[in-house]
C-alpha cells in the first residue's frame, strides 16, 4: 500500500514544485513559454492515454476476440461524457479567455481559474489511481515500472502547470504564498481522485477495463478542449507543436523504458 501512496503522491509533489516557481520567478511566462507547455502536457497526456491507459484496456480484454476493444470503447465514451458534465456542471475560467464556463457564478476571477486547473487535474488523478489498482491486483498487463513512469510523466507535466496557475494568479494581484496555496491545492484533486478510483476498482475488478479507458477518454478530452487550443492560439509558430512531440515521445520512452 505504501508504493500506492507514493505513486499517487508523485503527480502532486510536481504541481507543488512548479507552483513554487511563484517565489523565484519576477514576471508571468511569455506567449511561447505557455504555448510550450501547454504542447508538452498535451503530448504527455496522449501518450500515456495510449500506453499506459487504452493498450492495456484492450489487452486485459483479449478474451473477447474480435469484441475486445468494446470495454475500452464504452469505458472512453463515459470518460469524455463525465468530462463534458464537469465542464457544464462548475463554474471555471481558462487562462487567457475572457469569459468563463459552466454555470453562471459570483466566484472571484482567481477561483474560476483554480477550478478551471483543478478540473484538468482529475482526470490525470484517476489514471494513476487506476493503473496502481490495476497493479495492486495482479494485472499482468500493469507492471510496478509501467505505474511509475505514467506517476513520473503525469508529474512531469504537472511542473509547468503548476508554474502556468501560480505565476498568472500573482501577476492578478495575488501574494505570492495565495498564488503558491491556489497552485497547489488544484493539484491536491489528484491524490484524492486516485485513492477514490484505487477503492473502487478493488470492489469491482472485472471493471478494471473500463476504468482505464475511463480515464483516458477523460484526459483526453482535456487536451482537445484546453491545451490543445491554448498551444495554437496568438501567433502563428511551431513551438507548441514541437514540444507536444517532446512530451509524447518522452512519456512513449519512459512507459515502455520502465514498463
Keep these: 500500500m505504501k508504493t500506492v501512496i507514493l505513486g499517487l503522491l508523485i503527480p502532486f509533489f510536481g504541481t507543488a514544485l512548479g507552483s513554487g516557481c511563484v517565489f523565484f520567478m519576477r514576471k508571468s511566462l511569455s506567449e511561447n513559454v505557455q504555448k510550450a507547455l501547454s ?46 458534465f464537469l465542464d457544464h456542471a462548475i463554474p471555471h475560467l481558462h487562462r487567457n479567455a475572457k469569459q468563463a464556463e459552466g454555470p453562471k457564478s459570483r466566484l472571484a476571477r482567481t477561483t474560476m481559474m483554480v477550478l478551471a486547473v483543478t478540473l484538468h487535474n482529475i482526470p490525470e488523478g484517476m489514471a494513476v489511481g487506476v493503473v496502481y489498482a490495476g497493479l495492486r491486483s495482479g ?7 509501467g505505474a511509475l513512469a505514467l506517476a513520473i510523466g503525469i508529474a512531469i507535466q504537472n511542473f509547468p502547470e503548476g508554474a502556468i496557475i501560480s505565476l498568472p494568479l500573482h501577476a492578478e494581484g495575488a501574494g505570492k504564498r495565495k498564488a503558491f496555496v491556489y497552485g497547489v491545492l488544484s493539484g491536491a484533486v489528484e491524490p484524492v481522485f486516485g485513492f477514490v478510483t484505487v477503492l473502487a476498482a478493488g470492489l469491482i475488478v472485472p471493471a478494471m477495463p473500463y476504468l482505464l479507458s475511463f480515464a483516458a477518454g477523460a484526459m483526453l478530452y482535456v487536451v482537445v478542449e484546453e491545451l490543445i487550443p491554448d498551444m495554437a492560439q496568438g501567433r502563428h509558430s511551431h513551438v507548441g507543436v514541437l514540444m507536444f512531440t517532446l512530451g509524447f515521445s518522452l512519456m512513449m520512452a519512459l512507459d515502455v523504458a520502465l514498463g
Design 39 to 84: 504542447g508538452f502536457a498535451a503530448g504527455v497526456m496522449v501518450a500515456a492515454s495510449v500506453w499506459s491507459l487504452l493498450i492495456p484496456a484492450m489487452e486485459q480484454s483479449e478474451g473477447m476476440g474480435v469484441w475486445a476493444f468494446l470495454p475500452a470503447f464504452i469505458g472512453f465514451w463515459l470518460g469524455v461524457l463525465f468530462l463534458l
Design 139 to 145: 494485472y499482468a498487463e500493469i507492471t510496478a515500472g
